[in-house]
């Protein structure tokens, strides 16, 4: 019997984990580039090390635990759980290699030109040695706290992600040789600078350099780092299912005690110590990662906030739009704008804080609001939208939020907000056990003489100042009676026992968005190769089911063009499958994070229709989270979508496309076209002023 892998000469579907090393191959290559700005570079590799870190902590931590428990049941695209792992681990190494040199031989070289010197402490003089003596006395040695190990020390556990030096000292008298553990402090910088401003040595080799003060009298034969990485996905279980909040804080306990996944150790560290470190975290060989370089990369964040303009990106400053511009110094009336049509925000081009922030904060103080409803996946310590909820229900206004507390790895900072917002007088909800809420929703309701109007803002991102700054995102502010219903039943859903609930603008996940979407594909493949054309947005792409529809869509000569900045599963380029499908991956400055959804014919014969929302096209966003996209509908709103999609298509800088054969190309064109800087110059252009 011929297999999925056998068909169209090679796999019909790529594998989700591969394909996500592939992108993260693409951030690396970033870092690798050096037309990208030096200190740029620095934080694509702080990226690619971050990513890596999470894949660990998450991706390979649930392929470990289904070859633990026996599982061989294949994927989509024909691997097993422990196949995956040892390809993965094959990807992984040149990856690895190519990482370590891009830091040491290429982004090393580069910033010692630029008077920014990676030094190690033995090539520091005196004057410099003496600053670390102090450094080390006023502000690292009161928080250290090394852990021996022997018969009445057991071995000491080790945190995730901490980094940490193994060290072997020897008693001069006895000769008694023992092993001990010094944690590196997270709370510290990952790199001390020296007093120019400009060079740095890794925080490790300054405790390394000072071990005789943690160990007086006795002799280091040894000292070098490891770090360690453990399962820290959150697993609730039905019974929990009472008290979500209790249930993710005894999960989040949980988590600093998960299971070890991988080792990286030091390249210098011998076999003895090796060894100890392998039977004590009970890893496998094939867990043990060698670096030359310092561990843990993600640190060099540390160094893009270096004053040193000139090594950066130019300084982008989000633009207000002209209907939300003030007036007389006076903030436009939100709600009065809104009235008179749509607003489309696309951040960070568009001023999030004029925007969104506004537009929450004008309704927290409107006497005429009655109420607000806002759903909160992800958002930051200064957020003002928090303030602004919690000054709404204090000024006596309802308030609900919607707080996802099984957001992964923010599930601390949701706690805490979701009790500080308890605390006001806001209504918490904490969704359900078996989904996530990842909706990017609010609504407001005011009270307009005899009438209540709905304000709504349906998004593609957290609300998040912080991340709206790095993100590329896009929302819809408005005042339709239609999309206010929809936005009202949807918190219904959210808030109550609802389950079948109609919608009239509004694909909603897990009940009806994956049909919804198989039906405006099948409708362009009814209106024919001539007049159907598809085109998609999104951060990744992995339902096979959908992936089928679009291959069949591709059979019947539909123009299919798909922008997947991340995972991407299906197979563009091969005849009879998927011959008309491209696939191209933008990934530079910005994140891109929107999801924008055009269907040619998707709101009649020649009428095209256009979507935007929270949701990518995978098995967990269609089945296992609440999703909306909204549907677009003013004429004006869908030519400035069509205009980021079209900037999307023709990228020739940061654009990479995917080859039949899995390989991703990156294209540079003699067009020159970049999508941020093009988007920040339409964004220039619409606010009324010039792009320089």
């Given amino acids: 019997m011929e297999t999925e892998l056998e068909t169209t000469g090679g796999p019909r579907l790529f594998n989700r984990e591969l394909s996500w090393l592939d992108f993260n191959a693409r951030v690396l290559e970033l870092a690798e ?107 690292i040695f009161p928080v250290l706290t090394p852990l021996a190990v022997d018969p ?32 590196v402090p997270s709370l510290l910088p990952r790199f001390v600078v020296l007093p120019d401003g400009e060079r740095f040595v890794p925080l490790e080799q300054v405790i390394g350099t000072h071990l005789g003060r943690l160990f007086p009298g006795m002799e280091i034969d040894e000292q070098v780092a490891f770090r360690v990485t453990r399962n820290a996905d959150l697993t609730l279980e039905d019974e929990e299912a009472d008290d979500l909040l209790a249930a993710v804080e005894v999960e989040l306990r ?28 009970e890893v496998e060989e094939e867990d043990v990662y060698v670096h030359r370089g ?146 990017k929703t609010a609504l407001v ?44 039943q949807l918190f219904n859903f959210l808030t109550g026992y609802s389950r079948e609930v109609p919608y009239q603008r509004l694909l909603v996940a897990p009940h009806w968005l994956r049909d919804s979407i198989v039906e405006l594909v099948r409708n362009e493949v009814a209106a024919g190769p001539e007049q159907g054309r ?27 063009d798909l922008i997947v900045r991340g995972i991407c599963c299906l197979r563009p380029g091969v005849p009879g499958m998927s011959e008309t499908i491209r696939v191209r991956s933008i990934v530079g400055r910005y994140l891109e994070h929107s999801r924008i959804y055009r269907f040619a014919n998707g709101a009649g014969p020649g009428r095209a229709a256009y979507y935007i929302g929270s949701a990518d096209l995978m098995p967990r966003n269609l089945d296992r989270r609440v999703e909306a996209l909204v549907s677009v509908l003013d004429p004006a709103l869908q030519d400035r979508l069509q205009q980021v999609l079209d900037v999307n298509l023709a990228d020739d800088q940061h654009a990479w496309v995917l080859e039949p054969s899995g390989r991703w190309v990156r294209r540079k064109g003699p067009e020159g076209v970049s999508t941020h800087e093009r988007l920040q110059e339409l964004a220039l252009v619409r606010a009324g002023r010039r792009a320089e």
Avoid at 116 to 132: G, N, P, Q, T
Avoid at 156 to 182: E, K
Avoid at 372 to 381: D, E
């Fill in 33 to 139: 580039d050096e037309s990208t700005p030096l200190l740029e570079r620095a934080k694509f590799l702080a990226i690619f090390s971050g990513n890596l870190d999470e894949f660990f902590q998450v991706r390979i931590a649930g392929l470990k635990d289904q070859v633990a428990a026996g599982i061989t049941r294949r994927t989509p695209d024909g691997r097993t759980p422990a196949q995956q792992l040892i390809e993965i681990r094959d990807a992984l190494e040149p990856l690895l290699e190519r990482q370590e040199q891009a830091f040491l031989e290429s982004l090393v070289p580069a910033l010692a030109a630029e008077g920014i010197v990676y030094s190690d402490v033995a090539d520091l003089d005196d004057e410099d040695r003496k600053f670390l003596d102090e450094e080390f006395d006023s502000r």
């Fill in 152 to 183: 009445g020390h057991p071995f000491p556990y080790i945190s995730d992600l901490s980094l940490n030096l193994a060290v072997v000292v020897r008693n001069p008298d006895t000769g008694d040789i023992r092993f001990a553990r010094v944690k």
């Fill in 254 to 281: 949980r988590r600093r005690f998960g299971r070890a996944v991988r080792l990286e150790i030091d390249a210098r560290m011998s076999p003895e110590i090796r060894d100890l470190l392998v039977r004590e975290l």
């Fill in 294 to 439: 310092p561990l843990g990369l993600g640190g060099l964040f540390a160094l893009v906030e270096l004053d040193r303009p000139e090594l950066k990106d130019p300084v982008w400053s989000p633009i207000t739009q002209l209907r939300l511009a003030e007036v007389d110094d006076e903030p436009v009336d939100m709600f009065a704008e809104l009235r008179r049509g749509d607003i489309l925000v696309h951040h960070p081009y568009s001023s999030f804080a004029t925007s969104v922030e506004e537009f929450i904060r004008q309704a927290s103080v409107d006497p005429q609001v009655l109420a607000i409803k806002l759903t909160l996946y992800r958002t930051s310590g200064d957020s003002s939208i928090i303030e602004s909820l919690i000054r709404a229900a204090e000024g006596g206004k309802q308030v609900a939020a919607l707080v996802e507390l099984k957001a992964r790895f923010d599930e601390q900072a949701n706690i805490e907000w979701a009790r500080r917002l308890e605390k006001a007088g806001v209504h918490v909800a904490y969704g359900f056990v078996d989904l996530k809420i990842h909706t």
């Fill in 445 to 488: 309701v005011r009270e307009e003489g005899d009438r209540i109007h709905r304000y709504v803002h349906i998004g593609t991102g957290n609300y998040n100042p912080k991340t709206a700054k790095l993100y590329e995102d896009l929302g819809l502010l408005s005042a339709d009676d239609v999309l206010g219903s929809d936005l009202s």
């Fill in 534 to 560: 598809i085109t998609m947005k999104m951060n990744s792409l992995v339902d096979a089911r959908l992936i089928e529809e679009l291959y069949a869509a591709s059979a019947a000569g539909i123009p299919v």
